[in-house]
């Protein structure tokens, strides 16, 4: 889900980078057992960059669910449509 990045051989614009460019901070907080819970994830799973994982996992999330609510031209049955 993450945005692709250019290759190597193509260079961004300086208006590109601005777009780009992060300038926007976010902050949550957590309790114990969700803190204890990341940080085991961080371990298990060898996550370098956590601000990154934490950007593209929120990201993806958002993003899926943009493409869901996405109007179609039909409407598409769902499970508990079909059961009522």
């Not at 190597?8 to 902050?27: A, G, I, L, N, V």
């Not at 990201?59 to 598409?76: A, I, N, R």
């Amino acid at each position: 889900m993450a945005v692709q990045k250019p290759s190597k051989k193509t260079k961004r614009t300086p208006e590109e980078k601005e777009q780009f460019k992060r300038q926007h901070r976010q902050s949550f907080r957590l309790n114990d057992l969700e803190l204890q819970a990341l940080m085991k994830y961080y371990k298990k799973y060898k996550v370098k960059n956590r601000a990154r994982f934490l950007r593209e996992t929120i990201m993806g999330v958002v993003l899926k669910k943009f493409e869901e609510d996405y109007p179609t031209l039909f409407d598409v049955p769902t499970i508990n449509d079909i059961k009522k």
